[in-house]
């Protein structure tokens, strides 16, 4: 075989199986080497090329193939790739201290490194533009792009030199001021400025609060099914995560020593029912009791379609242990990058120097642009119109799912934000998504965000921020085809 | 006194007594309050007012007034303020088990968070708009604002939904590329625009360096004097810094098991000196036999007047294990907040999974615009004109120190960057620094980027890049009354 790249087909992944995705893959190759179907020195598909053979994340193939270089089964060669082992570690059962493993030129990685690392690969996202039925990225295409340019140009002609130089690590002041005025008549709750931090985006606050509220060990309650950047954040900072059912009570009784709860009451992640109020006060009020810390993720609630709103936790909260986490990804555009906490006073001067340690501060203009945007009133406006738009994405939704899948598919109730929950019958969810991403669909099977076993959810997360009506017909009839082929499989 | 507040008057702090800020202000409280000069139930000054008085970080007035709540002597009030206790702990000294202290409502930071608050002490930064002598600010008056305005209303008008979504937490493809044919004919070195991965700034870059490769407890090799930015990412990530005098043969014997070395070649900071070839080849063969990483932090390296460019150490590294870290916050301006690494190649794929942990992907339509900056050749031209521009400040500052300061300040060499160094005689760098402070001048004590005991250094770090000549003259004629004053004292 020379040098010519192994095919990915030797190996067979299985997503239901119990065995993880990378220990399939480690196995898969591993057999293919012991068993002589790629013999020594073929060379192995890249990292790359096998995640997207195989449709896995890259990490996940590549731990698979670092734990076989690991062992002896395959080496590295500087520039050149990775190639099957000329002597394989298994030639040498009995001699187990001369074990033929490369030498690792460079040392391991900090174990807050690998659990870094390791946290992402829950987290997939695929590339390229935004396909039916992506989940996450809201409606780009009604963004007033030339609005917002106006506001930048208007910005840089004025820029003086203390905005072009370094700036406060807390965000700058008359954005901060915008946000605390935003949020009280918005969602329902009180700040001062001062509380306000402004964030590279929910994931750098999440990351934060993670680092600097966490130990190694230390308990968290998390949603589950719950939101996997908050699952990286935790799983980062070495947290244990106590997957609680989303259901207060369930979680007081069994939360026992819990430093911290990652809750998103306003829309729960990815299920989309609200908490109710009687639920939040007894969370608060456990807490309190607990003295454990709450992070309110409150990342798509300004999106509601007729349900009154709850006031959020943070407005419900008279013991300041609510750490609120804002985003600006949904309301505006996730390629910005700007979000923002809002903390306790007294963990305040604490955050900004943990993050002005981490990465100085937030862009300066890119805040300032967003300062006139709120405080001219366009955020107001854009939010209105929004709101409008994605009203009637969701009924196209609805509309076509009804057209289409009528029987197979089953959307739940939308009371708010930018994703559906749709019960499948008779057919894995699973599977459909597999059939799905081949007719360019994304349908997210609900058993993605799980921690732990996925009971009973067989169910596809649709988004429909970003589908336009025409194309939200398109996508169901491929998603209908997609049913059909799964369940003649 | 009832709730007036009580005045900061009653604490003196000495920058150069052995106890920290911190200590100092903690022991000036306590013993105001038990000596009676502020009664039970005065109020305190605001932790920033109390900074402010003081002349200390905030992190600093904060950490001395949160030990003194936690061990009784003042109480917080939720807000109105921290309040001489009612009740003093040393009331009843016999009484150790019912000692008095206010109940912590919040639990406290974990302990990675305490060394990342912690790690931001030793790095202030003066508020408001650059003043003579700043060191860290470029040239921003001269950065062509309307040319960047026009790049990016350009780009906005262009943009697809694919680049107002979710991007590459790597960074845009088109600029990591521009980067990479940047480095090979600036820096002397060659990467594949894949080893280039796009930060939120050097700092972010650092950070995540020392998440991923160092545990609580590693021992690192850092210059000393030192970049307080890197100290921070590493007193962050837990490290033991191993504070090395800029002298590589020192350095290599005494260094023992190190896992990573923290080096700024082409300008040490704030010294100014580049490292000589045969050291930074001494520091490499050492690196591969202690299979340490080597840091570069390569901040302002476009600046040389005069002196022959050497290669940078990762264009001399033959083994995979120089991290390269570049800011454009020297060669644009700080307030972008962009930044790169050079990652050896089989540490890509995991510092892009922990960064999309840490905070998804850097800000979008900034990195198109930098990428248009660069690509169109703007980016070498504004590189040529600041080489100029800092040439001549250069000249100015060393004029009007020979004007106004001969005989007390004596500039050593620049060979390339941003600041300079200059020698006192007879008279204390911390007390000429403090006087010059009073009069609208930022000059920094040597001292201060030490992290041991600066033997001997007695001398004023001055940045000249942001200080057009005539501010230069007037700087430095007020410099010159801080010397008179200080030799006064």
């Not at 995705?21 to 073929?42: D, S």
């Not at 995640?51 to 996940?60: C, F, G, K, Q």
């Not at 994931?203 to 908050?230: F, K, N, S, T």
């Amino acid at each position: 075989m020379g040098t010519r790249p192994a095919t990915s087909l030797l190996i067979r992944i299985d997503p239901r199986a119990r065995e993880t995705l990378q220990q399939q893959i480690y196995a898969g190759i591993r057999r293919a080497v012991l068993e002589g179907l790629v013999t020594p020195r073929t060379r192995l598909p890249s990292s790359r090329a096998l995640a997207e053979d195989l449709r896995v994340s890259r990490t996940t193939s590549l731990l698979a193939v670092e734990q076989l270089r690991a062992e002896g089964y395959l080496t590295a060669r500087r520039g050149s790739g990775t190639f099957v082992a000329d002597l394989l570690p298994d030639d040498h059962p009995q001699a187990g201290s001369a074990r033929v493993a490369p030498k690792p030129i460079h040392p391991p990685l900090s174990r807050r490194g690998a659990a870094l690392v390791a946290a992402r690969q829950g987290a997939r996202r695929l590339p390229g533009p935004p396909r039916p039925f992506r989940i996450g990225t809201p409606g780009v295409d009604l963004f007033p792009v030339r609005l917002w340019s106006r506001l930048a140009s208007r910005r840089l002609r004025a820029v003086t030199s203390a905005q072009l130089d370094y700036g406060d690590p807390a965000g700058l002041r008359v954005l901060r001021e915008a946000i605390a005025k935003h949020v009280e008549t918005a969602r329902g709750t009180r700040c001062a400025a001062d509380q306000v931090l402004m964030v590279a985006g929910a994931q750098q606050g999440l990351d934060l609060i993670c680092r600097l509220l966490l130990d190694p060990g230390d308990r968290v309650w998390m949603e589950e099914p719950g939101y996997p950047g908050a699952r990286s954040a935790l799983l980062g900072a070495g947290a244990r995560i106590l997957p609680v059912r989303v259901d207060v009570e369930a979680g007081v009784r069994s939360a026992g020593n819990v430093r911290l709860v990652y809750v998103t009451p306003s829309h729960q992640y990815p299920l989309g029912v609200p908490m109710s109020l009687p639920r939040r006060l007894t969370l608060l009020k456990w807490a309190a009791a607990a003295r454990a810390w709450v992070v309110e993720d409150d990342y798509d609630s300004e999106f509601r379609y007729g349900a009154r709103p709850i006031p959020c936790l943070h407005g419900l909260d008279i013991d300041g242990r609510v750490i609120y986490v804002g985003s600006f990804s949904k309301t505006l555009f996730p390629g910005l990058r700007l979000g923002f906490l809002i903390v306790p006073p007294d963990l305040q001067d604490r955050v900004v120097a943990a993050r002005s340690a981490a990465d100085q501060h937030p862009p300066s203009l890119d805040q300032a642009v967003l300062a006139d945007f709120i405080v001219e009133g366009h955020f107001a406006r854009h939010l209105r119109r929004m709101r409008a738009a994605y009203r009637e994405r969701l009924e196209s939704l609805a509309a076509a799912a009804e057209r289409f899948c009528r029987g197979r598919l089953r959307l739940r109730p939308v009371q708010a934000g930018l994703h559906a929950v749709a019960d499948l019958d008779g057919v894995d969810a699973v599977r459909v998504s597999r059939e799905a991403a081949t007719r360019g669909v994304e349908a997210t099977p609900l058993s993605a965000y799980f921690v732990g076993r996925s009971r009973g959810a067989n169910s596809l997360v649709l988004g429909f921020g970003a589908v336009r009506p025409e194309a939200a017909s398109r996508g169901m009839e491929r998603l209908a085809a997609a049913i059909e082929a799964a369940r003649r499989l």
